[in-house]
């Protein structure tokens, strides 16, 4: 979308497809850079997960099967592992896009948490696609299954994610066990 004031400068026609918060463990560390455009700077981070905020529709390699984007302005979990780089594409989706309106050229208030455990009181927002089955199981005694949530605009104070995982991030993103 365009915004003159917060992304002249940014894109070569003053158009940006998003961005994105990375969590990662590739080998490159913080040199670690992925593709622009449609991969919104993760796309090829290798052990990474993504919350992808994408403000573009990318019609052209949208299919069912394996496509970029399904609706415009929206939020969405992706990664492949620890095994394969990331990309943008929904057959690494963890969880299905949830629709927001975040390329208005407003300014968002955005917060990703991580919680070491189930938490059941977001069970009505939790969303999984099949590639989030392998991360849902316990690594170890003190690395159980928790819950990722992001919460954006009005949902920070009200407490309510715009969507929200069950998800074990040690298994995803192979942490080593740290011993005390």
Do not use: C
């Amino acid at each position: 979308h365009r915004d003159p004031k917060g992304t002249e400068g940014l894109g070569s026609d003053g158009e940006l497809d998003g961005l994105a918060f990375v969590l990662h463990r590739d080998p490159k560390g913080t040199e670690a850079l992925g593709s622009d455009g449609r991969g919104l700077g993760y796309e090829g981070i290798s052990n990474s997960l993504a919350v992808e905020f994408d403000t573009w529709f990318n019609p052209d390699t949208n299919t069912s099967k394996g496509g970029v984007d399904l609706v415009y302005d929206h939020v969405a979990v992706h990664s492949r592992g620890a095994s394969e780089a990331n990309s943008a594409k929904e057959s690494a989706a963890l969880a299905q896009q949830r629709p927001h309106p975040i390329g208005d050229g407003k300014v968002h208030l955005v917060k990703v948490t991580y919680v070491p455990f189930v938490a059941a009181e977001y069970a009505d927002k939790f969303s999984a696609t099949p590639q989030l089955v392998q991360y849902l199981k316990d690594n170890a005694e003190s690395r159980r299954l928790g819950t990722l949530m992001v919460f954006v605009d009005d949902g920070v104070a009200q407490d309510d994610p715009l969507v929200a995982l069950p998800i074990n991030l040690s298994v995803l993103l192979e942490l080593p066990q740290v011993t005390t």
